[in-house]
C-alpha cells in the first residue's frame, strides 16, 4: 500500500431504531468517499451492515454466530460504484448487535492486513446503542470488550464511533444506554478511539471524520527558555483553514481516440522587448527590478540572497506577560500545538511544570519562532498554556501568531458618546435588544451548544463536493437546491424563529425602520457647491447634516485611494484621504496637507478672489476635525491663521470668514475641545475688532 494509504471499514446500524436518520447516514457516508475519490483515491474502504434480516458475513460460516451481520461492501479501492450502495442502504428490521459488527470488521482488516499498515486502519461505527447487547457465550461483556480492545491496539487499529441520540432515544432504556456507553468508553480509553455524541443531523454532518488528515510536525526542536535551558519539543497544526482542491485547466483538443491523453494545460511564458518584439530575451538577460518612486531598481538573484535574513532555526522564549495583556484579536493566523518529544520524560515533565505555572500565574510566554532552517521570515507568537485533566494527555501549549507594528490597523471611529442623545437607545429599545440576542442565544441553558466547531462543516466545500460528484455522472446536470441540512448551517432556525416571534415584535415595534430617502443629484450638487458653513439660505442644520453624511458616503464607498492633496478639487481629494483606513496616518497627512492648502490659496489671493474657496477648504477641514476628534488641530490651525493675516494686513480676510460664522469648535461639537460655547462665538467678534 502506498504510503499514506488508509483502509476504512463503515460499520453502520440500519435497525428499525435508525430509519430516520439512515437518509443523513447516507449522505455522509457517501460524501466520505467522494472526497477520498480526491484526496486518497488509492484508500480502501469497505461496508458492514447489521441489525439487517439476513446474515452475510465469513466468520458465521467459519465458527458461527455474528447473526444479522451483512458485509455489503468488502475492501476494496474506492470507486463511484460505491456510492451508489452507499445512497441507497437497506433497512434493517432488528435491533443490531453493535459489538458483533466490530468484531467482523476486525476480522476482515486483519485477514487482508495482518499486521501490516499499523495505524492506518480504521473502523466507523455508527449507531444509536440504545438496544441491550447479547452476553457472550464465555465471561462477561467488560471482559469481551477487553479482548476486543487488546486486539486492535495489537493490531494498530484505531476506532471512530458516533453515536447518535435524540431526546426520544435518550428517554428509552437508560439501563441498555448506560451498559453500552460504558462498553464505548471502555474501547475509547484503551484504544486509540474516539467516540462522539449528537443529537441532530447538522451535528452528524460533522462528525464523521470524511478526510484523513496525517499528523506532520512542522518544528522539532529545542524551546530554549535560557542558553542553559532547553526542552525538546515538537510543534504540529491544531487548526487550518479548509480550502477548495485545485482545480487544473482542461483542454478538449486531444482526439477522442486517445485514451491516454492527461488533457492538461501548460502554460508557458515568453519575454520580448518593447522595441523589438521579435526577439526574446532569454532569462540569464531577465532581472527583476522594483519601484522606488519613478524609477525601477533592478535586483540581482545573487543580491537578493545576500540582502535576505537568515535566521537559525529555533523557538527562543522572549518573557512572559499577563494573559489580558494578549488580546484574542492579534492572533493572527492558524493555531499551532507545541508538545513534549514523545517519550521524553524529562521534556515532558517541564512541559507540564511550565505551563501549570503558566496557568497558576495567569501568565503567557512570548517566543521567537524560525520553523525551518533557511526560513527568511521570522514570527514572533504567544504560547498560552493547554492544561490536560485525563492521565493519557500531557499537558501542552497553543502558539499563536502575533502581529508586528507594521501588521496592525488602527482604525480611528468616532465615539458613539458624541451623539445626540436622540440617537441613543432608550432604557426600553435596550431592553429589547438584550432579549433578542438572549432568544438568539446558541447555547441555551440546559441545553447543548448548537453549530459546534468540531461538529459543523463548511457548507460551501460540502454542497461544491455534492455537485462535483453529480457533475462526475451527468456532466450536463444542473446546480441542485441547498440541501435542508446545509440550509440549517447557513441560516437560523425556523423553530427558534417561531418561538421567540414575541421578541423579534416587540424589537420591530421600538426600533421603527424607514426608508432612508435619496437626494436627487441637483440637491447633492447644490450641497456640494455650496459651502457648508456659508449662512446664505439659512437652511436646517440637521437636513444638511444628514445629506453631507449621505454624500460623503457615497464618495467614500468609491473613493480611490488619494495620496495628495491637490488644488483643482481640495475639498473632495481631502474627504477621500480622510476616509482612508489603510493606516493611522492618513488622517493626519489630510489635514496637514489642507493647512497647507489654505494658507497657500490665501498668499495667492488677489483682491479676495480665493476667499470663497479657502472658506469651502476651512469648512471641509473643521467638519473632519470634529469627525476624528482633533479640535485641538483646527483651533490651533485658525488662531494662527487669524495671526498670520493681521501680521500680513490681510484684514479683509478675518472680515470675511466673520460674516460667515466660522468660529473655533466649541466643546459641545467635540469632547477632546477646551473651548466654550461662549469663547467660541466671541472669537472672531474679538478678531475684527482687533
Known amino acids: 500500500m502506498a504510503r499514506n494509504k488508509e483502509a476504512l471499514l463503515l460499520l453502520i446500524d440500519v435497525g428499525p431504531s435508525m430509519h430516520t ?33 439476513d446474515t452475510d458475513n465469513e466468520l458465521t460460516n467459519e465458527i458461527g ?111 441498555a444506554i448506560e451498559e453500552n456507553d460504558l462498553l464505548l468508553d471502555t474501547i475509547s480509553k484503551m484504544t486509540s478511539s474516539r467516540k462522539v455524541h449528537v443529537e441532530n443531523s447538522t451535528s452528524l454532518l460533522g462528525a464523521l471524520r470524511t478526510r484523513n488528515i496525517s499528523p506532520v510536525t512542522i518544528y522539532r526542536g529545542d524551546l530554549e527558555l535560557s542558553s542553559e535551558v532547553k526542552v525538546m519539543v515538537w510543534v504540529y497544526k491544531k487548526t487550518s483553514e479548509e480550502k477548495f482542491p485545485t482545480l487544473k485547466m482542461y483542454s478538449d483538443k486531444a482526439p477522442e481516440t486517445d485514451k491516454l491523453a492527461s488533457h492538461e494545460v501548460k502554460v508557458e511564458y515568453e519575454y520580448k522587448k518593447v522595441d523589438d518584439p521579435s526577439k526574446i530575451v532569454p532569462p540569464e538577460q531577465r532581472i527583476k527590478g522594483y519601484r522606488y518612486g519613478p524609477q525601477v531598481v533592478p535586483i540581482s538573484s545573487a543580491e537578493w540572497e545576500a540582502v535576505k535574513f537568515k535566521p537559525e532555526k529555533g523557538v527562543k522564549l522572549l518573557g512572559f506577560t499577563d494573559a489580558s495583556n494578549i488580546m484574542r484579536h492579534y492572533y493572527m493566523k ?61 499537558d501542552s501549549f497553543y502558539f499563536n501568531v502575533l502581529p508586528f507594528a507594521e501588521d496592525v490597523r488602527e482604525f480611528q471611529f468616532p465615539s458613539f458618546s458624541n451623539l445626540p442623545s436622540s440617537m441613543l437607545p432608550n432604557d426600553e429599545q435596550q431592553e429589547a ?43 450536463d446536470a444542473a446546480v441542485p437546491p441547498l440541501d435542508e441540512t446545509l440550509k440549517k448551517i447557513t441560516g437560523p432556525d425556523p423553530d427558534l424563529l417561531s418561538h421567540g416571534k414575541p421578541v423579534i415584535d416587540e424589537f420591530r415595534r421600538l426600533f421603527e425602520l424607514k426608508e432612508n430617502p435619496k437626494l436627487k443629484k441637483s440637491s447633492r450638487r447644490l450641497l456640494r457647491d455650496k459651502p457648508s458653513g456659508s449662512n446664505e439660505e439659512q437652511e436646517d442644520p440637521g437636513k444638511i447634516e444628514d445629506a453631507e453624511a449621505i454624500n460623503s458616503t457615497e464618495h467614500g464607498s468609491a473613493a480611490f485611494k488619494v495620496e495628495k492633496i491637490g488644488d483643482s478639487n481640495p475639498v473632495q481629494d481631502f474627504k477621500s ?36 474657496k479657502v472658506l469651502e477648504c476651512l469648512i471641509a477641514l473643521r467638519n473632519g476635525c470634529i469627525l476624528e476628534q482633533e479640535p485641538k488641530q483646527f483651533n490651533d490651525f485658525l488662531l494662527k491663521l487669524c495671526k498670520f493675516c493681521t501680521e500680513k494686513d490681510l484684514a479683509s480676510f478675518t472680515e470675511f470668514l466673520a460674516s460667515k460664522n466660522v468660529m473655533l469648535i466649541s466643546k459641545t461639537e467635540a469632547d477632546e475641545s477646551d473651548i466654550t460655547d461662549e469663547e467660541a462665538k466671541s472669537f472672531l467678534v474679538k478678531a475684527e475688532q482687533k
Open 21 to 53: 436518520v439512515l437518509l443523513e447516514v447516507e449522505k455522509i457516508c457517501s460524501m466520505l468517499v467522494q472526497k477520498k475519490l480526491i484526496f486518497g483515491k488509492y484508500d480502501e474502504v469497505g461496508v458492514v451492515l447489521f441489525g439487517t434480516k
Open 65 to 175: 454466530g455474528y447473526e444479522h451481520v451483512v458485509v455489503l461492501n468488502h475492501l476494496k479501492v474506492v470507486d463511484g460504484d460505491l456510492i451508489k450502495l452507499l445512497e441507497a442502504l437497506p433497512r434493517g428490521t432488528v435491533d443490531g448487535d453493535f459489538l458483533d459488527a466490530i468484531v467482523v470488521g476486525m476480522d476482515m482488516l486483519i485477514k487482508k492486513f495482518g499486521q501490516t499498515i499499523k495505524g492506518k486502519k480504521r473502523l466507523c461505527l455508527i449507531t444509536n446503542a440504545i438496544h441491550p447487547i447479547k452476553d457472550p457465550y464465555e465471561g462477561t461483556k467488560l471482559d469481551q470488550v477487553n479482548t476486543i480492545a487488546a486486539q486492535m491496539a495489537a493490531h494498530g487499529m484505531k476506532m471512530e464511533c458516533i453515536v447518535y441520540r435524540g431526546q426520544q432515544e435518550m428517554d428509552g432504556n437508560k439501563s
Open 334 to 394: 492558524d493555531v499551532n500545538i507545541v508538545i513534549a518529544q514523545p517519550g521524553n520524560t524529562k521534556a515532558a515533565l517541564a512541559v507540564s511544570a511550565l505551563a501549570r505555572a503558566m496557568k497558576e500565574m495567569n501568565k503567557v510566554a512570548i517566543v521567537r519562532c524560525v520553523w525551518r532552517q533557511g526560513q527568511t521570515q521570522v514570527v514572533i507568537g504567544v504560547l498560552t498554556p493547554n492544561i490536560s485533566y485525563r492521565d493519557d494527555v500531557p
Open 433 to 475: 435588544a438584550d432579549n433578542l440576542v438572549k432568544m438568539l442565544e446558541l447555547a441555551p441553558t440546559g441545553k447543548g451548544e448548537c453549530l459546534q466547531p468540531e461538529f459543523t462543516p463548511n457548507p460551501v466545500l460540502e454542497r461544491f463536493y455534492r455537485y462535483l460528484e453529480l457533475k462526475s455522472r451527468h456532466p
Open 577 to 612: 484621504m480622510m476616509l482612508r483606513r489603510d493606516g493611522a496616518e492618513w488622517v493626519n497627512k489630510a489635514i496637514t496637507d489642507m493647512k497647507s492648502i489654505i494658507f497657500r490659496l490665501i498668499e495667492d489671493s488677489f483682491e479676495g478672489d480665493t476667499f470663497q
